[in-house]
């Protein structure tokens, strides 16, 4: 997936920006980047206390976008800090909830981004605020009046909350029952898509059945086969993945009840796929996504990705792993690797509490060096193998002058 594009490029400046932006808020709130050893935290701590009691109820949006804006990255940045935080956490939800209910529909999309990292952030500590996030989120996704992207950041930050808390009672809704009713439903592909990679990853968990992943399954292909939204096919390729790992790991069969002809006719036509319709890009992006799943359905491949800390790698293989990675990635960005280093509910979701990081995760800068110093050594690598290339090749050749 790794295309160069200058789409991709201008992404990577906006993240570039985005990072730097975040940096400079922490360094303003006095809470200095992550890794620092910083003991003297009681002006940045008001200072916290500041934006969460007084900007957040701020009468003016500006002031409370970027108020939330400001705890956010704090949130990300910072993991290691929410012992210290904790006692902001229920009034921090109850006036993210206020501009979310309120607000405009900014407000709500990015107090709902805010929800789904605070439910992370403070499980350790304060396990009413999950509770109070969720339903919160419930109530978008219900409330008639919420956009499609409103929709979508609150499916995303539901399953922040089973993450952080499986048990979570919510007086006989279940998390998993809401996103199911949704793909299940005639809504904006968008939705469909977002709810059924959202309820997939809910039975992957350490400790959860994956039966209602092998009973769903022919429902979710046949979902898939009558669609026409490239999201819907792209998310249910990926939960179909899923499925066929899961059921080889747990049994060394295919999943009970899923005609293996009938996929594979699917996957073909994936893979064939002639839609001018629909975009080359896109077209290419769900060829490879069927190839891989047509992958594990053979029991060839599966996708695989690698996280580097400072003396430590740790590689995630599987469908399973890709996709809770790429979950939590959604939500919590570059500051995914310090809550897989220090969180406790994304370690256990993760499936690697007896997994020790004692090393930071990378800085982008670090991760510059590392791979020019790569460069580097292959480059020279490349110039040693030619240069004995060459003269092999001279000494070959170089022999006394022929008489004719």
Known sequence: ???????????????????EDETSDLQSLGFGSAGDDSTDLEGPVEQFAELVDEHLSSKKSADRLAAMKQIKHLLISRPDL????????LTLVMNTSRCVRNGKPAEAVLGLQL?????LYYAQDTVECVRDIAVLAIYMVKNSNSTVEEV???????LMCQIADPF???DGDTIPGIFKE?????????????ALSAWALCYVAPGTSRKPLYENAQKILNMVKATDSYDVCCAGLEVLGLVYEQSYDESGKPPPGLGRMEIDEFLQDCISDLDKTVSKTRRKDKKELA???QSSVNESEAPSERMVFKGKTLDFEGWKKVLQLGALRTQLTTGLPMYVAVNTPTRKYL????IVIEGKAMTRVEKKAMAKDSNDRSKERTMKDHKKSSDALKARYDTEDYEY
């Open 351 to 354: 499936d690697m509490t007896h």
């Open 152 to 158: 979508c950041e609150a499916i995303k930050t539901m």
């Open 291 to 293: 190839r891989r799943v």
């Open 82 to 89: 929410a012992s210290l935080l904790s006692t902001f956490g």
């Open 1 to 19: 997936m790794g295309k160069k594009s200058k789409g991709k490029t201008k992404k990577n400046v906006a993240d570039m920006e985005e990072d």
């Open 115 to 119: 929800c789904g990292v605070a439910a």
């Open 182 to 194: 949704l793909w299940g439903s005639k809504k904006k592909p968008e939705i469909v898509s977002e």
């Open 168 to 170: 979570i009672d919510l």
